[in-house]
């Protein structure tokens, strides 16, 4: 099969007789998967080396040639059922090998009911497997279907949570753009609520950066109200600080400036949150800002009383604070010349 696999790359003009030769490589799949020979069964599936580069070379050869999707529909569906009936629930590498080249493979024709629903149980029992090297592949699996049906990659959230859970940070990211491609306008709440009791309880400085982007992406793009935007950002302010993007707190400062329905509510929320918060620069750098745009917003909230001095108290202890960043400095001096 390698030889055949070399064959094409090196004269596309092969195709036409390579295809012809498909019908004879279905008959042999055939009986790899129907035949036992204990001496090359690994993991209850038959030589999964031959299988792997049979339908390896079947992939290299449908970028040439697609004449032959029904025999190599025929194929899958041998492959599905084989691997799918005969491996046990705890896959071993050889059946994960199959299975991942038949969902390559799967992507690569055009979708039916049956594909989709084997397409659908392949990815169930491969995303079945704990280890870390297995749950790379499922995840970069689900990227694929996200592409050939989206529905199907939302029934796995789920999975896609747990491995936001892994040591390894690739994983974690590539869940992360998963989440985001999922989200829609009937699941974004759900989403970012459990994104934030993740990145509650997060520590590593690089995660928690592009964990704090995607749930502000998510935000900006389905967002059911401007208040629940705005809380939901300033959430994100207080729990990750720095490592929030600069495009997002600008946003945040468009939004309050842009809705003043909601000017009294926001500045208050900011106000205080700022108080309990003086060692956060982020936040504090926002608030500073829009301070300094809207402190009679402040002075004339109803129900709570902020006076000039405790606008002033505010600033001075987020500027003379030890740490202090100097572009939170310069937005607190900027807002004191803003107010006097």
């Known amino acids: 099969m390698a030889f055949l696999e070399n064959a094409i790359n090196l004269d596309e003009s092969l195709a036409p007789q390579l295809v012809d030769l498909v019908p004879k490589i279905a008959r042999a799949y055939r009986l790899i998967s129907q035949e036992h020979h204990t001496e090359y069964e690994i993991g209850g599936v038959q030589d999964p080396f031959l299988q792997v580069s049979i339908l390896k070379f079947l992939r290299t050869l449908r970028k040439y040639s697609n004449t032959f999707d029904k025999q190599f529909a025929e194929i899958l569906v041998i492959c599905h059922d084989t691997v799918c009936s005969r491996a046990t629930n705890t896959l071993k590498n050889?059946?994960?090998?199959?299975?991942?080249?038949?969902?390559?493979?799967?992507?690569?024709?055009?979708?039916?009911?049956?594909?989709?629903?084997?397409?659908?149980?392949?990815?169930?029992?491969?995303?079945?497997t704990k280890d870390a090297n297995s749950k790379y592949l499922s995840l970069f699996n689900l990227n694929l279907m996200t592409k050939y049906?989206?529905?199907?990659?939302?029934?796995?959230?789920?999975?896609?949570?747990?491995?936001?859970?892994?040591?390894?940070?690739?994983?974690?990211?590539?869940?992360?753009?998963?989440?985001?491609v999922i989200a829609a306008p009937d699941n974004a709440s759900a989403i970012i609520k459990d994104l934030l009791n993740v990145l509650l309880s997060a520590n590593d400085e690089e995660f928690i950066t592009e964990l704090a982007l995607k749930i502000c992406l998510i935000v900006e793009k389905h967002s059911q109200s401007r208040r629940w935007h705005f809380d939901?950002?300033?959430?994100?302010?207080?729990?990750?600080?720095?490592?929030?993007?600069?495009?997002?707190?600008?946003?945040?400062?468009?939004?309050?400036?842009?809705?003043?329905?909601?000017?009294?509510?926001?500045?208050?929320?900011?106000?205080?949150?700022?108080?309990?918060?003086?060692?956060?620069?982020?936040?504090?750098?926002?608030?500073?800002?829009?301070?300094?745009?809207?402190?009679?917003?402040?002075?004339?909230?109803?129900?709570?009383?902020?006076?000039?001095?405790?606008?002033?108290?505010?600033?001075?202890?987020?500027?003379f604070k030890a740490g202090t960043a100097n572009d939170t400095v310069s937005y607190g001096l900027s807002t004191l010349l803003k107010l006097y």
């Not at 892994?166 to 994983?171: A, C, G, M, S, V």
């Open 94 to 128: 050889g059946a994960n090998a199959i299975l991942f080249e038949c969902f390559q493979c799967f992507m690569l024709l055009e979708p039916s009911p049956q594909l989709r629903e084997m397409v659908a149980n392949v990815l169930g029992k491969f995303i079945s």
């Open 149 to 180: 049906d989206l529905k199907i990659v939302k029934t796995h959230r789920g999975t896609i949570f747990e491995c936001l859970n892994e040591n390894d940070i690739l994983i974690r990211i590539m869940a992360l753009d998963l989440l985001y």
């Open 232 to 319: 939901t950002i300033l959430k994100v302010l207080v729990l990750a600080d720095q490592a929030v993007k600069e495009e997002s707190a600008k946003s945040l400062v468009y939004l309050v400036q842009s809705t003043p329905q909601l000017q009294d509510y926001c500045m208050a929320k900011l106000f205080f949150s700022s108080a309990e918060n003086p060692q956060n620069d982020a936040l504090s750098s926002v608030t500073l800002f829009l301070m300094g745009e809207l402190s009679p917003v402040l002075l004339r909230l109803k129900g709570v009383s902020v006076a000039e001095e405790n606008i002033l108290d505010l600033i001075e202890s987020i500027i």
